[in-house]
T-cell receptor
Framework: GDSVTQMEGPVTLSEEAFLTINCTYTATGYPSLFWYVQYPGEGLQLLLKATKADDKGSNKGFEATYRKETTSFHLEKGSVQVSDSAVYFCALFHSGNTGKLIFGQGTTLQVKP | SQTIHQWPATLVQPVGSPLSLECTVEGTSNPNLYWYRQAAGRGLQLLFYSVGIGQISSEVPQNLSASRPQDRQFILSSKKLLLSDSGFYLC???????????FGPGTRLTVL
């Protein structure tokens, strides 16, 4: 079945460092891909999305490119801030999943000043 | 614009007691609705989803149940809580099956 695998956390970075959180997926066909962010004690917020191969989603300085050849959707940010500290979830949506999002396990990011 | 509400925000319940968590969506009609559970330090587990009033699909066998008495209301219930029911419960909605889901603020449930 469809699945999403994220890099293990936690990831600890200093402010202004470059961020990469790896995400790979297994799915048939052409799923839509998402990154969600969860700040402490809150629900999930959609960060960015891509719906077809080679699409680049971007928001708040974060970017991710849908790479079908490597089945990946890695999240990147050039310069992280303390306020970016949160849990990041990669997810895929496939029309064959009767409306379900398949989530990765989440990666905790901690940014230190 | 659309908004999603959940209540209560936090709840502490003894083992064996009943549970009722409520989720409502405003500003849209006939949304798809979802209940997720997030155990401490773990990812999200889809519990139930609904594509319309009275239509509930269960993803995992458990002592929880869900109901959708109105178009924009989704309720998660239990007759007798277990310790393992503790977690963060998230409700989500989507306008249709091909779009992203939008999440509520969540309910933190602690079963003692």
């Amino acid at each position: 079945g469809d699945s999403v695998t994220q890099m293990e956390g936690p990831v600890t970075l200093s402010e202004e460092a470059f961020l990469t959180i790896n995400c790979t997926y297994t799915a048939t066909g052409y799923p839509s891909l998402f990154w969600y962010v969860q700040y402490p004690g809150e629900g999930l917020q959609l960060l960015l999305k891509a719906t077809k191969a080679d699409d680049k989603g971007s928001n708040k300085g974060f970017e991710a490119t849908y790479r079908k050849e490597t089945t990946s959707f890695h999240l990147e940010k050039g310069s992280v801030q303390v306020s970016d500290s949160a849990v990041y979830f990669c997810a895929l949506f496939h029309s064959g999943n009767t409306g379900k999002l398949i989530f990765g396990q989440g990666t905790t990011l901690q940014v230190k000043p | 614009s659309q908004t999603i509400h959940q209540w209560p925000a936090t709840l502490v319940q003894p083992v064996g007691s009943p549970l009722s968590l409520e989720c409502t969506v405003e500003g849209t009609s006939n949304p798809n609705l979802y209940w997720y559970r997030q155990a401490a330090g773990r990812g999200l587990q889809l519990l139930f989803y609904s594509v319309g009033i009275g239509q509930i699909s269960s993803e995992v066998p458990q002592n929880l149940s869900a109901s959708r008495p109105q178009d924009r209301q989704f309720i998660l219930s239990s007759k007798k809580l277990l310790l393992s029911d503790s977690g963060f419960y998230l409700c989500a909605w989507s306008p249709d099956r091909v779009n992203e889901q939008f999440f509520g603020p969540g309910t933190r449930l602690t079963v003692l």
